[in-house]
């Protein structure tokens, strides 16, 4: 089993920038990250991926302003997020998916507000 804890949200000024981290429990090295997102109301959605060999990917909607990056040796992934939109306002879920075993780990989420 393997947890996941969130830090880094906050509130912060449409322009501006936060870094989300993700804490893992164990390694991450043979891990697929990544980060999803949920407004009240909607569906969870991807944000961004990050393959176990450092392949990455983006939803549309974020690429060019966010970058996923991870630290194998810190068992951390990072989501660096500049000119934030007030629609980039969610709460922001870290995702880990082992496919040794084909499983995937939530964490509880960290809310990010973006409003002037």
């Known amino acids: 089993q393997v947890q996941l804890v969130e830090s880094g949200g906050g509130l912060v000024q449409p322009g501006g920038s936060l870094r989300l981290s993700c804490a893992a429990s164990?390694?991450?090295?043979?891990?697929?990250m990544g980060w999803y997102r949920r407004t009240p109301g909607k569906e969870r959605e991807f944000v961004a991926r990050?393959?176990?060999?450092?392949?990455?990917n983006y939803d549309d909607s974020v690429k060019g302003r966010f970058t996923i990056s991870r630290d194998n040796a810190k068992n951390t992934v990072y989501l660096q997020m500049n000119s934030l939109k007030p629609e980039d306002t969610a709460v922001y879920y870290c995702?880990?998916?082992?496919?040794?075993?084909?499983?995937?780990?939530w964490g509880q989420g960290t809310q990010v507000t973006v409003s002037s």
């Open positions: 990050i393959f176990r060999g450092g392949v990455t």
């Open positions: 995702n880990a998916y082992s496919p040794q075993i084909a499983t995937e780990y």
């Open positions: 164990g390694s991450i090295s043979t891990t697929h």
